[in-house]
DNA sequence: TGCTTATACTCTCCAAAAGAAAGTAGGCAC
DNA sequence: GTGCCTACTTTCTTTTGGAGAGTATAAGCA
């Protein structure tokens, strides 16, 4: 696996621009919201089915279900397993690097979990002043 | 600060649905583009003012970077400091709350550094694919 | 006097994206 | 034949996003 070389992360090191955009880029494509619960739901759950994650997933669109899991097959985050039957049956998992992006995430969902109550007080107050 | 009280996460502790929820739907408001990327300039460059900060989000517009830090002011994440002069000077600076988004998004900055040429290779080898 | 500049928006219009709901394929049970 | 099953796909409508012009205000300048 040579794609981090001899950088370890160090914050401070000067950044290649090119390597900023394309990080911004991938920042915008893998932040959005579906793909994130998508991932929840799969990091979770394993292998789903196509209807198992739109049932997981609250409020998903089919279209935007299968969006999402084309856009993020793409990526190389999960593995599209067909089955040749009728019914059809499609099954979805995590790649490793799908993985990885989930434990990335980890620390927002504890975020999200720890500091709930502080967002919706912020809320309540600033709607009550404005 | 009562609101982990006595669960610091166990991720195999059943979670109330209700909570689940809200979880979801912050997630869902956080896993924003603009907001990731607003917080990460935030973050890098500290207080910050509307023009500063158009300049450094790449191609966000004067509407959504205003949408953008409205909504992160009403959910406690910036501070907004309005100098009443003229010409108009506001700045822009992460609460306490906001700064903690920010070390809990790290990890998929770093992510995003470290597996870039994976997710280019995942594509081209999609699009060849297909 | 009137023109320019500066800043942080705000508004309008149009294109793009998302959501809702119906349609499709194709074998199987009835 | 009718309907069911699943994983989409298509169509239509609504919402959102982007581009660009407009607004308010006072100081600086000719």
Redesign the pocket.
């Known amino acids: 696996m040579p794609q981090s070389e001899k950088r370890p992360y160090d914050p401070d090191a000067p950044v290649d621009p090119r390597v900023e955009t394309l990080v911004n880029e991938l920042i915008g494509r893998v932040a959005?919201?579906?793909t994130l619960l998508v991932l929840e739901e799969l990091e979770e759950h394993g292998t789903c089915?196509?209807?198992?994650l739109a049932q997981l997933v609250p409020?998903?669109?089919?279209?935007?279900?299968?969006?999402t899991?084309?856009a993020m097959e793409r990526d190389g985050l999960v593995h599209?397993t067909?089955h040749p039957v009728?019914?059809?049956?499609?099954?979805?998992r995590l790649t490793e690097l799908g993985q990885s992006l989930g434990e990335a995430f980890c620390g927002v969902w504890h975020w999200a979990e720890a500091h709930l109550r502080e967002v919706e007080a912020a809320r309540t107050a600033f709607d009550t002043r404005g």
């Open positions: 959005d919201k579906w089915r196509f209807t198992r409020g998903i669109s089919q279209k935007m279900l299968t969006q899991l084309r599209r067909v009728i019914p059809p049956k499609v099954e979805y």
